[in-house]
């Protein structure tokens, strides 16, 4: 054997260089080749045993589970119950990994099952420790896991969470912040909205929409903060009063939405339009006149247009008529045509028509008496 | 043969089919349980079911076209239908076809346990 080695080592020092790098890159590949099979192999087993575990986990804790979710058990059941589940999940080493099993399959029921069951399950939540345990993600876990840490407790309904929760609605993090802010209104309802009071961070329309749609479940109370959210510097936050304004039909503070019609951001100036015309605040037509000659975006301008078109008079049907006779912005004449046929004023679109002899007021007056349009 | 109400539950999600099972049974019932549409009806041409519980979403036939074959050949035994699918059409799609009651998820075991006494009672009429 050690002869062979000895012939080997002086037949690659009898060849060539090229040879030599050749033979050095086959060896380097194969080695490296063995290094990554092991790799693979080793995370195979790995996760097989991760599966295993869960499997056996969820086979022993789910009859426990089921008896705790589907029984009226008395209460020291459930306290053997509990420590059941407790003892099938302790290990020194995969505890966090084990308690994590148990925290799906909780959320998993939970998301599924309502009534009765739906509180059983909460309890059992709070009992094995898993809203401690997503509490201490919460103050010490990375972002993500924050995060999630979040979302599972409002999932879980854990309401006595909820002061903790609302220290990161204006995290740095914008997926911790994004999920505080759904969670503290989803558990504290609108008086946890006062985060918004201070908020700094901007906030996303998704974000918006969330919030929103955990708005609607209090739609006919009234939002007696919504006054201070509408003069935020923040103005994502504006934009959201002024959407709550709209679908949670809160009438009050139209002063307020009377002064966001002359804001410096055009996207709120925007948006207190729209709620003008959503609450129908037909007082509000004076100032559209003065934002249409104040402001030079068109976007905003044909916005006016269009409010007019839904809150206005004779006399605003004259305005659009003038806008339609004597604008050269396209866009703005085709806003007042559409807010002219809104208002039902086709005599005013059609004597434009004979009178404006141009193919451009026939076409603008054909397309918007379209109704396949 | 056994005198208790014989319930299929027809579900693609193993914890939700075990943990009706369990409930089910817990209230008296035989129960038995198929992982989709296939295999439920599999499992109907050769046993005879007082109530089938389907899901609507599943893999190979849907709980919709489940329903519309069990109705076809004639079965008598109540359909109810528990889904995630919260729409107007879903229902309507699934009474249309001839569903006898539908439940959305997330449902109450006590809702379900009424629905099933009274689906039993009037398939009973």
């Not at chain 1, 201490?136 to 995060?147: F, M, P, T």
């Not at chain 1, 007042?336 to 434009?352: E, F, I, P």
């Not at chain 2, 889904?83 to 107007?88: H, I, V």
Request: net charge neutral; hydrophobic share 40%.
């Amino acid at each position: 054997m050690r002869q062979f080695i000895i012939d080997i080592y002086y037949f690659l020092l009898a060849l060539e260089p090229r040879y030599k790098i050749v033979i050095f890159m086959v060896i380097v590949l194969l080695i490296l080749a063995a290094i990554m099979i092991s790799v693979v192999l080793r995370e195979r087993s790995r996760k097989n045993s991760v599966e295993a575990r869960e499997r056996r986990i969820k086979r022993q804790v789910e009859p426990i589970i089921q008896e705790v979710v589907f029984t009226d058990l008395e209460a020291s059941d459930f306290k053997d119950a509990v420590k059941k589940i407790n003892r099938i999940v302790d290990s020194t080493l995969y505890r966090k990994s084990n308690m994590g099993i148990l925290n799906e399959l909780l959320i998993y029921y939970h998301r599924n099952l309502g009534g009765e069951a739906f509180e059983r399950l909460e309890n059992l939540y709070r009992e094995i420790g898993l809203k401690q345990m997503a509490l201490e993600y919460l103050r010490n876990g990375e972002w993500h896991i924050r995060a999630k840490a979040i979302n599972d407790l409002s999932t879980m309904r854990m309401g006595e969470t909820l002061f903790e929760i609302l220290q990161y609605t204006d995290a740095d993090n914008v997926h911790v912040r994004n999920e505080a802010q759904y969670a503290a209104v989803k558990l504290g309802g609108k008086k946890a909205m006062s985060f918004l009071n201070d908020l700094e961070s901007p906030m996303s329309e998704w974000q918006q929409i969330r919030l929103l749609d955990q708005s609607r479940k209090f739609e006919y109370e009234l939002i007696d903060n919504i006054g201070p959210w509408l003069q935020s510097k923040n103005d994502t936050v504006v934009i959201f009063a002024l959407i709550l304004m709209r679908h949670l039909n809160q009438y009050h503070e139209r002063s307020q939405l009377r002064k966001l019609l002359y804001h410096r951001n055009e996207r709120v100036q925007e948006k207190a339009i729209e709620t003008t015309q959503e609450l129908a605040y037909s007082e509000a037509l004076e100032n559209l006149y003065e934002v249409f000659e104040l402001t030079k975006t068109v976007r905003v301008r044909a916005r006016v247009l269009r409010a007019m078109g839904e809150l206005g008079g004779p006399k605003e049907a004259g305005f659009l008529r003038e806008v339609l006779v004597s604008n050269r912005e396209y866009d703005l004449v085709m806003e007042a045509a559409k807010a002219l046929k809104r208002m039902g004023r086709h005599d005013v679109l059609n004597s434009y028509r004979e009178n404006e002899l141009s193919e451009k007021g026939e076409n603008i007056v054909k397309h918007v008496l379209d109704d396949r349009i | 043969m056994s005198d208790k109400a014989k319930i299929l539950i027809v579900d693609d999600e193993p914890l939700i089919r075990d943990a009706l099972a369990f409930k089910l049974t817990k209230d008296g019932y035989d129960v038995d349980t198929a992982e989709d549409g296939e295999k439920a009806i599999q499992k109907i041409e050769s046993e005879e079911y007082h109530i089938i519980i389907s899901d609507i979403m599943m893999p190979f036939i849907s709980g919709f076209e489940l329903v519309k074959i069990l109705k076809e050949r004639g079965t008598d035994a109540p359909v109810l239908m528990l889904t995630s699918l919260n729409s107007e059409t879903a229902v309507l799609k699934a009474f249309d076809l001839g569903a006898d009651d539908f439940m959305t998820k997330p449902f109450s075991p006590n809702e379900l346990s009424v629905r099933i006494k009274k689906l039993l009672k009037n398939s009973k009429k």
